[in-house]
Structures are given as structure tokens and as C-alpha cells.
């Protein structure tokens, strides 16, 4: 039987964090803002093995420099 993921869309992303769980390096992904079409960006700190503090360190200083909120503004309610 072909077996088939239950995300379809699971190759797209998986691809991403490949390398970190492969090799056991912690990765940290980090919104970075929105793209002119209002897609959300980010970007992906990754470090040597047991430097899991440091890119969340890093993670946290690029959040704090680029001052991105990364709440999504909510659209109305549709009439009831």
C-alpha cells in the first residue's frame, strides 16, 4: 500500500528542520515579520550540540532589536 502523511504539506517544512534533528543541535525558530503579501517570516538560529541556552539567547535578542509582534490581528467576527 502507498502510505501517505497526514500533513501533505509535511515535506515543505520537514526539510526545514532536518539537519537540527539529525545531527542533535538545538534550533530556534524566530518570527521576523511579514512578507508584502502578509505572510508570516522567520528566521532559524541553530548552534553547536548542548548550546540550547545560547540560540535561545540569540533568539531572543533578534525578537528584541526587531521588535516584531507577532500577535495576528484577529478579523471580525462575521454577523450572526
Known sequence: PICTPVDPFFDD???LAL???LTGQPATAVPIGLSTDGLPMGMQVM???WSDLRTLAVAS???ALLGFECTPA???????
Open 47 to 49: 548552534g553547536p550540540r
Open 19 to 21: 539537519p537540527a534533528n
Open 13 to 15: 517544512w520537514c526539510v
Open 61 to 63: 535578542r533578534v525578537e
Open 74 to 80: 484577529l478579523a471580525p467576527a462575521p454577523p450572526a
